[in-house]
């Protein structure tokens, strides 16, 4: 009985944490009064993601945008039968494909977690009842759900638009600080490259600001 109650105690302080973080991301851009707060509480809900897991399939409908608490988490498509990374994100940001969220459509994006994730989720339904029931919806909602359509066109045009030393070049200065989370052969995915070739590009990286 002991034993249960600690762990019981550990999931409610758990949730006070990934609730603080969420609050205070979202408080950034908006003041967020008590009643708001409470509607926000119960309209994200827990969601646990092990290594390997997928958030989306391709072929799916995106039913939920997430807030990554905690983990990290890399957006791919397939590209001539192989996979192609696009996109990486990290814990206090959130994650989902827009144009399926929004638009109740397919994706053709798989979402999947390289790290043991904490995910807090909302549905449409919900995002919707923030618009419309807070007086800061509207800006809340815009926060949620604009921010990954940014993000996804920024990263989509920039992978046919730079060349392989570019998009390493890309990948070093945006995710300077995964570099040692994420595996190489999916930073090579990134970057478009088998493997071995992005051994010599970083070579040349690493010539090129000595």
Do not use: W
């Amino acid at each position: 009985m002991y034993t249960m109650r600690c762990v019981q105690l550990k999931t409610i302080l758990k949730f006070k944490v990934m609730y603080s973080k969420l609050l205070e991301l979202i408080s950034q851009f908006s003041v967020v009064a008590d009643t708001e707060i409470e509607l926000i509480k119960s309209s994200f809900k827990p969601l646990y993601l092990t290594k390997g897991d997928f958030f989306l399939e391709a072929g799916r409908i995106n039913k939920h945008v997430g807030y990554l608490n905690n983990g990290l988490v890399r957006y791919f498509v397939y590209k001539d039968g192989e996979e192609s990374t696009f996109e990486f994100t990290k814990e206090g940001e959130f994650i989902a494909d827009y144009q399926s969220f929004n638009n109740k459509t397919e994706s053709i994006q798989n979402i999947q977690a390289i790290e043991d994730c904490e995910i807090l989720i909302i549905n449409n339904q919900n995002v919707q009842n923030i618009f419309n029931s807070t007086e800061n919806g509207n800006l809340i909602g815009r926060l949620i759900i604009e921010h990954r359509f940014d993000v996804m066109v920024n990263q989509l045009l920039s992978i046919y638009m730079q060349n392989h030393e570019e998009r390493y070049t890309r990948f070093i200065t945006q995710y300077a600080d995964l570099a040692q989370r994420i595996p190489q052969y999916l930073i090579a995915s990134y970057v478009g490259v088998k493997p071995e070739s992005l051994s010599r590009i970083r070579r040349r990286f690493v010539k090129g600001i000595s």
